[in-house]
DNA sequence: GAAGGTGTTGGAAACGCTTCCAGTTGGGAA
DNA sequence: TTCCCAACTGGAAGCGTTTCCAACACCTTC
């Protein structure tokens, strides 16, 4: 490249080379009305020659907004938040706003963010992916004074795109207790970081063994923190149970294959000898046969991005909440009991 | 809140406010030194008190950087890239750097980033997560003029932190070699949207049989996209092989999953009737009682952030290139074959 | 007591854009 | 022909910082 000079080239030069003031230049550039088509060839065709690109930070100041978002999101290494953010930022990106990522690991992280709240004044609106804003957290956000959005979790306090916890887990349990089973477990997962939140698929489980009539055994709820490990371990648990149960719905398919490997190494066939269903259909769960609850991250994401430039519009969203259907997806790891 | 007024004030209020000129009062928030304590801590504390923030396009704008880095990552939704992401975001992050995230999902996103160049003026530097970087896109990378670094790819031409892929691929190989396996087939995975790129996982295959003095058969060498449907399918393609193999090396842990879902599904049992062994130490791959070779990329994402604040400090990086061991992890998936 | 620091300060001049305002032009209506 | 209005245009006034420079005070040091 010949052009080795990082092209320091500014409005006011184009400006002077097509001709015209810095005015006109700004006008033709930003294709706003009131330029005659055959200047605004001009500016354009000079501009192009000389790799002229606006600068972002004058264009902001004098503009006063920022044409940025801020993501705040938890684990993005896994599936669902990923996912999440990939159907935010296609759309983010074709409104030509530019993502700024906030990764919040943990606690002290989530601390630190809203304590500091390093997106002051650098974004035009913040989506949070995935996770609960707890009070305090939300007051603090609100100085922002900026839009705020949620992504594939079930804030109330904001516009937001999720699916019914209750629902899906209700299909999930459904499915077990149509094929026959009457034991039935479950695999809650809690967020270590926010241990005090109620697990938000529970209910559907509940719901489903009232409607079947089916009394609620405590002793086959087993609590731990969300992950595979985790999952596999509170199998194990149930695996000593007195009176063990024929099928298990776990948490999310993460916890699912925990329970999974367990169940294995115990020369148990999943579906065969014991059903287990999880929920999210996470790609590694169609390679291991495992039934699951289908929601589409990507897509919640897509549609929290429209939802945001909506508001973003000054458009009112015409639903302040969206709701994401799911569906069943039958597999290997489900079957009618061995001994119905 | 009664702060309701989305807090307009200006450096040249604070100044006002605090009884200084506006140049003290710039220096005395940005710790700049020539301020006597006294006046800083009147003006901090004015500040304070107005829950002042600078304006990053104006602060930006005057000084002519703009504390933003670009990541440009293929496949946010996979553990690989997303962990990555998230090492690069914790070191960037500390170092109040912004996080600017350019998601380039296919070819199309692909092109069309390298084409328009979105991060252009908007960044100081780019990191470039996990792809090959062809070479009419890194001369329009060039043209942006910032410092660019690749993480977890094995790009040349930049400064970069990666595995060493042919060792890896050698550990895994070598371990079947050691078990006793003598024919091993490979499964190859390659990028649908560079094609043309050859495996950078074959050489260690290759390696490692030519050391143990078997010949290589290419009918037990299969290409496919990567993914774990496409592995599942490669698998079936080695079960219908007059002579199978006894083990079997996979590109990554999700292309071995889908192997062993095959291997299930045919009746075998993965570890007793047929070995795989794959790469990565994907978190499910622990679940799935998968031997692989284990590479760690939240630290390549850490590494490589750390390199990139060398860069922008000025400091030629000790090492252009950092090269992040792997090791293998023995679980169940892999044995002495049965006839040896 | 004069000369020369040193540490601190205020203010003006960028930084590169958008937008408002006033001016110019040309064409149609009266 | 005159007048008016619309369409265009140039330039100045911000936008909110940082930084440079001149000014000043107060000490030291000869």
Do not use: C
Not at 167 to 173: D, G, L, N
Request: hydrophobic letters at 40%.
């Amino acid at each position: 490249m010949e052009d080795a000079t990082p092209t320091k080239v500014t409005l006011v030069d184009i400006a002077r080379m097509a001709g015209v003031g810095v005015g006109t230049a700004s006008r033709a550039l930003s294709n706003a009305k009131n330029v005659a088509p055959a200047t605004r060839a001009r500016v354009l065709q000079v501009a192009e020659a000389n790799h002229y690109v606006v600068s972002p930070e004058a264009s902001r100041l004098a503009k006063g907004n920022t044409g940025r978002v801020a993501l705040v999101v938890p684990h993005l290494s896994r599936w669902f938040f990923g996912s999440v953010v990939e159907g935010l930022d296609s759309v983010l990106r074709g409104a030509d706003l530019d993502v700024l990522l906030y990764h919040v690991g943990d606690v002290r992280d989530r601390h630190e963010f809203f304590e500091r709240l390093p997106a002051r004044r650098k974004v035009d609106a913040v989506v949070v992916v995935g996770f609960q804003v707890e009070d305090i957290e939300r007051a603090r956000l609100e100085t922002l004074g900026v839009h705020i959005v949620a992504a594939g979790g079930q804030t109330a306090a904001y516009p937001s795109v999720h699916i019914d916890d209750r629902i899906a887990s209700r299909q999930a349990v459904d499915h077990l207790v149509h094929l026959g089973h009457k034991r039935i477990a479950m695999l809650e997962a809690v967020d270590p970081d926010q241990p005090h939140l109620p697990s938000t698929r529970s209910p559907g489980y509940h719901d489903a063994l009232a409607a079947a009539g089916i009394a609620i055994d405590p002793t086959l709820v087993v609590s731990a923190p969300w992950g595979g490990e985790d999952g596999a371990a509170s199998m194990s648990r149930l695996l000593g149970h007195p009176d063990p149960p024929t099928g298990v719905f776990a948490h999310s398919d993460e916890v699912a294959l925990g329970a999974v490997r367990t169940l294995r190494r115990a020369g148990l066939e999943p579906g065969r000898d014991v059903s287990v269903v999880g929920i999210d259909d996470h790609p590694l769960a169609a390679l291991s046969d495992l039934t699951t609850v289908r929601q589409r991250p990507a897509e919640q994401g897509v549609l929290a991005g429209r939802l945001l430039l909506d508001l973003l519009d000054g458009k009112a969203p015409t639903e302040a909440s969206t709701t994401v259907p799911t569906e069943l997806v039958v597999r290997g790891s489900t079957a009618p009991p061995r001994r119905p």
